[in-house]
């Protein structure tokens, strides 16, 4: 169980890792999706070792996938809006909240 | 009617209200409603005379509660006794006279309206006065007469000495009030109430102590002497002449000038209970009527000898009421309880029974006086003469009068001057000076009324167009002649229920002829008028050359002994130093503070405005500086950069892990955290600078 485990937590830095550094938005949300996929393999590993009987955690990340996805659509609109207003998806210069 | 008289005081008031109200511009009404209301008062007051006679002079007394405190009740209410009843009479009387007089007199007056609105609120002061059932109410109404006088004696106000006139009757007459009110309070403060009969009931029954009524009375004599124009406060009298000349006879022949001589009749137990104190209402009374007499003798004013014979009339009837007192002082001093049998003066009848015969035949002097004026345009008698031929009722009835004042039998004035001479036999001093003044007025009387009515013209151009006065004028003369005559005979000693026996002090007075006394006031009188005619009628003493020989007495009465040159210095002069300094006090000591306070405040303020400028407000802008300063730092953080915000996120939720585990550790995190971060800010800050290098190139 701990290498799925250590898989998901190797996963899941690298997902912050992506979303906290990478400029491009849709490099964000691809690590996004790096984040959930971590969290799935760890529903899955736990579905699998803790309670072999029910199909509770499968179905949970099944439940992620498919958020995931919708997830994915809104992102991607807001980024294909960002480039109409912006002519440009590099969140460093996305500051308008600033002060 | 009797429980009503109350209304009599009420009916002029009524007139007044709608004349001020209603009928200003309605001149003609505003007069005839104000007759109307004094005509309807004098029927009732005749109602309430008869009814009185009828009762015996039972008096009555209705009383109300006006105003209750803890210490002092004060009442509203009316004491009709014959004294009142009979004051009634005459104020109605002489008031309606000269309102109807005063249709002709003051035809043409721009001020109609007005004037018969004073008139009717004067009429109404007096009657209120001579009903009133207390002294605070008296005291009232004392008051309104001497505002209403001022507004009667200054009603031709546009003339400068009208309008002074009517200061100084209003201010003089005020001194006298103070020491009325200063014994009014003296009664409170002994007696406790301002009720007549209980102040009466307590002054006899010995509750108050002797000397302070004594005390009380002499300072309620005070404001007699005001009003009645008494010595040494007479000096407003004589000027008070520059009012109308109707006015004149309303105010100093029935009822301002009476109001003083009927307080002392009112309070008469006051004086009666004191030696001392009817000595001086006395010889006040004395004094004043000897020197007006003395000063009527030379004036060429018509209407003033008229004036100085009032002062000198009423200082005889205010002298016959302290003789009285002094008398019944004198009889209870000497036979104790039961003294009623031992003692028969009749002052109190005499003084009071001269109020109503004076009031009669001065009313009717001075209302021929007018009908004189009116037809010459003059009041200088050496201007007139002669006028006998033109005017034959106004000199009917002046002659009337004057044989009336003078005493001639059988006319009103014999039979009361005949009761003061009377009462006076008893003291030598006062008997002799009685007598001098009874020739003295006689002379004067006569003077007058030959000089005006008989001779040849002086002027005659005057005499050219004077004329009878018209009937509005002529029928109150003739009513007033007709009073002149019979008022009097009210009080002949032979009847068997009169005048003496119906208004009395203690007892009843039952007079007797004394046939002596008469033939001698009668002889005084005669020989008075005889001078008169020898010098003004005949011609046979010359007025000059006796002038020329008592000349310091001539111009000692002429300049009526300088009282009001004495006055004018001791009084007027001192008053205005007096004020004079209390300016210059006010001015430089007084302002001086209060600007220097004021100085003091505005640099005292001046010292708080710097305060408030920097420590106040730079406290509060200090505040303001600071929380913008940590704002300046504190904005930094809101950077708009999401990751950023992630980052924090997750490097405190790393942290509460680490400190959870290891809480040592936690310091070697933050302080990692914090390197990183320097280090971050160290590149940063370097990457602007590159950027700053190189010119950044848009699109």
Known sequence: ?99 | MLEKAFLIPLYPLFAFVVIVFFTRWKERLSSYISIAMVTVGLVHSLVVLIQMIARHGMPLELSRTFIDLPEIHLELGIWIDPLTAVMLMVVTIVSGCVQVYSLGYMHNDPRWSRYYSYLSLFTFSMLGLVVANNFFMIFIFWELVGLTSYLLIGFWFEKKSASDAGKKAFITTRIGDLGFIVGLLILMAYAGTFNYQEIFAKVTGGEVDAGIVALAGIFVFCGAVGKSAQFPLHVWLPDAMEGPTPVSALIHAATMVAAGVYLVARAMTLFAGSEVSSMVVAIIGLTTSLLAATMALTQNDIKRVLAYSTVSQLGYMVMALGLYGVDFARAMAHHGANFAEHFHSPGFYAGTFHLMTHAFFKALLFLGAGSVIHAVHTNDIRDMGGLARKMGITSITFFIASLSISGIFPLSGFWSKDEIVATSAGHPLFFVLTLLIAFMTAFYMFRLCFMTFTGQPRDQERFDHAHESPHSMTVPLMVLAFLSIFAGWTGLPWLKHNFATFVYHHEPYHAHANYLLMLVSTVVALSGIGLAYLMYYRGAISPAAIGERVRLLYRLSFNKFYFDEIYEVIVVKATLGLAAVLWWFDARIIDGLVNLAGWFTVKWADAKQLFDTYVVDGAVNGIGYVCLAGAWILRLVQSGSVQLYTLVVIAAAIGIVIYRVTPGGFLYYLAGLLLVALARLLTKMLASDRVKAEPKIEG
């Open chain 1, 1 to 99: 169980m701990y290498q799925y485990l250590a898989l998901a937590a190797i996963l899941f830095a690298i997902g912050v890792f992506g979303v906290l550094t990478r400029r491009n938005a849709i490099g964000i949300l691809m690590s996004l999706e790096l984040m959930f996929n971590a969290a799935n393999i760890n529903l899955v590993a736990f579905n699998k070792f803790i309670t072999p009987d029910g199909l509770t955690g499968q179905i949970f990340a099944i439940f992620v996938v498919v958020v995931a996805a919708a997830e994915a659509v809104v992102g991607l609109a807001i980024v294909l809006l960002l480039y109409r207003n912006w002519k440009g998806i590099d969140v460093d210069h996305i500051n308008i909240m600033k002060w």
